[in-house]
């Protein structure tokens, strides 16, 4: 339903379309409310070469309120800009920004595109090691990755900002 609701909202500006999608939603509470939130991706490489400074923003979707979405493209006056994110090529594609950024040995899964409790866009991923052989990982911390800028702080479990919502994946769980 999130998806359906934001590629409306998206649809509501052609020119926006046309250019971008909506990537995966992550679920979190924002100044505690629940939220589901979508960076807007490139299309494709040419897509991504009209665009290279970055994509215009992210989608955000209610929980709770199906009436309730936005298309967020300013944060305090200023554009915003995904320009770090999966859909990209060259330096800006997320996983390969890590690594580049010193983090070439860190076990990295769940990229999980998150707001601070002001909206700011980050990445966030978490870091793990293999506790058996290659069956068994454990997480570790997190890699916080600001979308726009692409710096990147590592922290430990403990020390991981306080509006991280996810940081222990799924099937590290289950």
């Given at each position: 339903?999130?998806?359906?609701?934001?590629?409306?909202?998206?649809?509501?500006?052609?020119?926006?379309?046309?250019?971008?999608?909506?990537?995966?939603?992550?679920?979190?509470?924002?100044?505690?409310?629940?939220?589901?939130?979508?960076?807007?991706?490139?299309?494709?490489?040419?897509?991504?070469?009209?665009?290279?400074?970055?994509?215009?923003?992210?989608?955000?979707?209610?929980?709770?309120?199906?009436?309730?979405?936005?298309?967020?493209?300013?944060?305090?006056?200023?554009?915003?800009?995904?320009?770090?994110?999966?859909?990209?090529?060259?330096?800006?594609?997320?996983?390969?920004?890590?690594?580049?950024?010193?983090?070439?040995?860190?076990?990295?899964?769940?990229?999980?595109?998150?707001?601070?409790?002001?909206?700011y866009p980050y990445w966030v991923i978490t870091t793990y090691e293999n506790k058996t052989l290659f069956n068994t990982r454990e997480a570790t911390g997190t890699i916080v990755v600001h979308a726009?800028?692409?710096?990147?702080?590592?922290?430990?479990?403990?020390?991981?900002?306080?509006?991280?919502?996810?940081?222990?994946?799924?099937?590290?769980?289950?």
């Amino acid at each position: 339903l999130a998806r359906k609701l934001g590629d409306k909202k998206l649809g509501e500006d052609p020119t926006l379309g046309s250019q971008v999608t909506l990537g995966e939603f992550t679920m979190q509470q924002v100044n505690g409310k629940l939220i589901l939130v979508a960076p807007l991706v490139h299309t494709g490489f040419f897509k991504y070469l009209d665009n290279v400074e970055g994509t215009p923003g992210y989608i955000t979707v209610s929980a709770t309120n199906p009436q309730d979405v936005n298309l967020v493209q300013k944060f305090n006056d200023q554009d915003l800009k995904i320009k770090y994110q999966d859909e990209a090529y060259l330096g800006e594609k997320i996983k390969r920004h890590i690594r580049d950024s010193g983090f070439q040995s860190e076990g990295l899964t769940d990229f999980s595109f998150e707001l601070d409790d002001n909206g700011y866009p980050y990445w966030v991923i978490t870091t793990y090691e293999n506790k058996t052989l290659f069956n068994t990982r454990e997480a570790t911390g997190t890699i916080v990755v600001h979308a726009m800028t692409g710096k990147c702080e590592k922290f430990s479990i403990t020390d991981s900002p306080a509006w991280v919502d996810i940081i222990q994946p799924k099937d590290f769980i289950a």
